[in-house]
């Protein structure tokens, strides 16, 4: 018995700095700005991006080359992602008033992505105008 109260413990407590770090990496992409390029690849006409968006943007995340420190973070904000549609579907008949919560965290996880496809575009126009030069 107390050893399963202390393994739920420390599984509530890997939760609580992992939900903690994701929310942190996608505070810190709301301060990017979408470049043009981007919003137009993307097909974004605002900044609010919807949650829906995430999975669109994953699929376009992986044509573009990746970023040496940037695999370990967006798998990150993808299980959180998840995390979040998990939380959705169970609280969504027990606690309706956190469907509102969960759409922001989720457009913000759509928003990290997007910015992190913006990186990678600028990242990889730069390699090919390196390599035209």
């Known amino acids: 018995m107390i ?50 968006e995430f999975r669109r943007l994953q699929q376009l995340m992986a044509v573009c080359p990746r970023l040496a420190a940037d695999g370990y973070k967006i798998r990150a904000v993808a299980l959180y992602f998840g995390l979040l549609g998990l939380t959705r579907s169970l609280l969504k008949w027990w606690m309706p008033s956190a469907a509102v919560w969960i759409e922001k965290e989720r457009g913000g996880c759509a928003y990290f992505a997007a910015a992190d496809l913006d990186r990678r575009i600028v990242y990889s126009r730069m390699k090919m105008t390196g390599q035209e030069s």
Not at 6 to 29: D, G, K, R
């Open 3 to 52: 050893p399963g109260l202390i393994l739920a413990l420390l599984f509530l407590t890997l939760l609580q700095f992992f939900v903690s770090y994701t929310h942190a990496l996608i505070l810190e992409s709301q301060g990017h700005e979408l470049s043009e390029r981007a919003c137009e690849i993307c097909g974004f006409t605002a900044k609010p991006v919807a949650g829906n």
